[in-house]
């Protein structure tokens, strides 16, 4: 079954630790994408990725990282300059510059 | 500043009758117009999507109609059911930016039985 998985589901971490969420994606999309929501608001985007090797930051990357050192995974590295950590992070993919962009099932963060 | 807004935060309609999710964008510029559902605690799922050279998109019981002079757009479903009781987002991108979805805030849809 192709699809895109994100570990682990939930995550908790000490303030002031860095901590990096998984997304993998079987489905041969080029472009990967993270979004960030919060309690009674849309998403929004953190960064995004169009191809191997190259990134853009999104609307709110301040505090954040990513790599994408191969096609099927791009991770995300929340860093302690994250004023506000504590979210529920999606990871998406789409064919090129297609619009629709398919999610994940999410990874729960939780700062302590 | 809120490029797209969805101004209900919650409807609740009864069962096998007509759902109505109401979406405004500001951005001219915007092109393609998605709607996406999602349950708690998984990702958005992908459910409908207008170009803005159309005015109107049927999917089965899913119907999406855009208004671009008023920038305003709609998802109706019809009839409505217990399973499609979730929160709904619209989403809109533009000419050449096509990988930057902006979401509004969500309609958190109930049906009663």
């Known amino acids: 079954d192709g699809g895109i998985t994100q570990s682990p589901k939930y995550l908790f971490r000490k303030e002031g630790q860095n901590v990096t969420l998984s997304c993998e994606q079987n489905?041969?999309?080029?472009?990967m994408y993270w979004y960030r929501q919060d309690p009674g608001q849309g998403l929004r985007l953190i960064y995004y990725s169009q191809i191997v090797n190259d990134f853009q930051k999104g609307d709110i990357a301040e505090g954040y990282s990513v790599s994408r050192e191969k096609k099927e995974s791009f991770p995300l590295t929340v860093t302690s300059a994250q004023k506000n950590p504590t979210a529920f992070y999606l990871c998406a993919s789409s064919m090129g510059t297609s619009s629709e962009q398919f999610f994940g099932p999410g990874t729960r963060l939780t700062v302590l | 500043d809120q490029q797209v807004k969805q101004n209900s935060p919650s409807l609740s309609v009864q069962e096998g009758r007509i759902s109505i999710l109401n979406c405004d964008y500001t951005?001219?510029?915007?092109?393609?117009f998605l709607w996406y559902k999602k349950y708690p605690a998984e990702g958005p799922t992908f459910l409908i999507s207008i170009s803005s050279i159309k005015d109107k998109n049927e999917d089965g019981r899913f119907t999406v109609f855009l208004n671009k002079s008023a920038k305003h757009l709609s998802l109706h479903i019809v009839p409505s059911q217990p399973g499609d009781s979730a929160v709904y987002f619209c989403a809109a991108s533009k000419v050449g930016r096509a990988q930057k979805l902006v979401f509004g805030q969500g309609t958190r849809l109930t049906i009663n039985p």
């Open positions: 489905l041969n999309h080029d472009a």
């Open positions: 951005n001219s510029m915007f092109d393609y």
